[in-house]
């Protein structure tokens, strides 16, 4: 299974910015999909996650309202628009599969992206 990630760059507050992910290597239809991100200094932690099959999606407190994860399964990949950024959205975004019901620290992970958000 690979996942790979792309679309990170460097953008002023308030911008917007799109990363996309696509998988390949199996069938997702069972999966859940998410991001995460790790700030320098900072623990990885969850953004966003959407299942595969259906429409259902969790985002973090500290992105609901500014950020939007989607799918498009033809193409297997998932995307995740980020609006209204702010600099300390600034991290390193990698996307994860998981089982869905099963953690993402027991599935797959792709290389990060750098997302840098200057003030």
């Known amino acids: 299974v690979q996942l790979q990630a792309s679309g990170g760059g460097l953008v002023q507050a308030g911008g917007s910015l799109g990363l996309s992910c696509t998988a390949s290597?199996?069938?997702?239809?069972?999966?859940?999909m998410g991001w995460f991100r790790q700030a320098p200094g900072k623990e990885r932690e969850f953004v966003a996650s959407?299942?595969?099959?259906?429409?259902?999606?969790y985002y973090a407190d500290s992105v609901k309202g500014r950020f939007a994860i989607s799918r498009d399964t033809a193409k297997n990949t998932v995307y995740l628009q980020m609006n209204s950024l702010k600099p300390e959205d600034t991290a390193v975004y990698f996307c994860a599969a998981a089982v869905d019901g099963l953690a993402f620290s027991q599935g797959y992970w792709g290389q990060g992206t750098l997302v840098t958000v200057s003030s």
């Open positions: 290597g199996r069938t997702f239809n069972n999966y859940r």
């Open positions: 959407i299942k595969w099959s259906g429409s259902s999606t």
